[in-house]
């Protein structure tokens, strides 16, 4: 039986054998998967919730405008709020400089607080200085399309 589901893994999985024995015999995760988790698990626990910020005057996209589909941002305003486990060469790579915007960490923690300082950043964007002088305020930054 241990010999079928051996084959069955390996021919689902032709890459690697992520099913093994252990010195009894008995089947087990192979350890490089064991260690693909554990990196995971530890992600989980380390995450960043940042922003990203116009790095020069000019017009973004922006998806949370009614009327238009781009709107005029000074340096240093929000463009969009989020998280990730990954950090900013994980996340963007290298295209954040052509679209003009600067990443900055504002809270470092567990996926689940990063991502409940993201929310809050999100929700109360509305009330920031930067948005309340517009003609029109938006509901979320520019660079948001959602609320989460």
Not at 8 to 21: D, L, Q, Y
Not at 24 to 40: C, F, I, S
Not at 43 to 54: E, H, I, N, T
Not at 139 to 147: C, E, S, W, Y
Request: net charge positive.
């Amino acid at each position: 039986m241990l010999a079928v589901i051996l084959v069955v893994a390996c021919v689902g999985f032709a890459h690697k054998t992520f099913i093994e024995s252990d010195s009894n015999g008995q089947p087990k995760l192979a350890e490089w998967r064991k260690e693909k988790l554990n990196r995971e698990l530890n992600d989980l626990d380390d995450a960043q919730q940042y922003v990203l910020r116009a790095k020069v005057t000019g017009l973004y996209p922006c998806f949370s405008c009614i009327d238009k589909k781009k709107i005029k941002l000074n340096a240093g305003e929000v463009y969009k709020y989020g998280f990730t486990t990954k950090n900013e060469a994980g996340r963007y790579r290298r295209s954040l400089e052509s679209k003009k915007l600067i990443y900055f960490v504002q809270y470092e923690g567990s996926i689940t607080d990063c991502m409940k300082e993201e929310r809050r950043k999100i929700y109360y964007y509305a009330v920031l200085p930067e948005n309340i002088i517009r003609v029109v305020p938006l509901i979320r930054p520019p660079g948001n399309k959602q609320d989460n």
